[in-house]
T-cell receptor
């Protein structure tokens, strides 16, 4: 099974940068995903990492260190619409996803 | 519009009743999944199907059953609902199970069991 930890809540100011950390312990690893979920809506895909390093997609970047069991999602130039929950998910050796409980990010003006 | 649909959107159900949550996708994805999402626990996998005709158990399968008679449909059945099954249920699909083949989620079904 998987043990996936991420902070429960974070607050930041519009225009700022926020980094959401995720640590995991796995019995197998086949990639790490980040999803965004607005209140009352379905999760939507943000990023995917399978090799160590940084993946950048516009204002969002995701980093992975497999040896440390660690990832982070970096949100730059925060906008009010970025207020949401961010879910870290690890794909195991059976190719199934296990999710962390999610980090609720609140962006304040 | 391509995507995943779920029905019903929400439901109040008496304990002991049987209930089937419906999920249909039109993306011709091979793999489909059912999750439940509870506050503070995140998404937990109930059952999955890697391809039509096959199903598997996830992390929390007890009290639930699924079938995958064709590619598009993946219904989830609660044989005899209990209050602990009150949750938000998400169906998801993916083209495959490897690489950058992300899962796409339906809008969810909010279920209250009394």
């Amino acid at each position: 099974g998987q043990n996936i930890d991420q902070p429960t809540e974070m607050t930041a100011t519009e225009g700022a940068i926020v980094q959401i950390n995720c640590t995991y312990q796995t019995s197998g690893f086949n990639g790490l995903f980040w999803y965004q979920q607005h209140a009352g809506e379905a999760p939507t895909f943000l990023s995917y990492n399978v090799l160590d390093g940084l993946e950048e997609k516009g204002r969002f970047s995701s980093f992975l260190s497999r040896s440390k069991g660690y990832s982070y999602l970096l949100l730059k130039e925060l906008q009010m619409k970025d207020s949401a929950s961010y879910l870290c998910a690890v794909r195991d050796s059976d190719y199934k996803l296990s999710f962390g409980a999610g980090t609720t990010v609140t962006v304040r003006a | 519009i391509a995507g995943i649909t779920q029905a019903p959107t929400s439901q109040i159900l008496a304990a002991g009743r049987r209930m089937t949550l419906r999920c249909t996708q039109d993306m011709r994805h091979n793999a489909m999944y059912w999750y439940r999402q509870d506050l503070g626990l995140g998404l937990r996998l109930i059952h999955y199907s890697n391809t039509a005709g096959t199903t598997g158990k996830g992390e929390v399968p007890d009290g639930y059953s699924v079938s995958r008679a064709n590619t598009d449909d993946f219904p989830l059945t609660l044989a005899s609902a209990v209050p602990s099954q009150t949750s938000v249920y998400f169906c998801a699909s993916s083209e495959g199970t490897s690489g950058e083949e992300t899962q796409y989620f339906g809008p969810g079904t909010r279920l209250l069991v009394l």
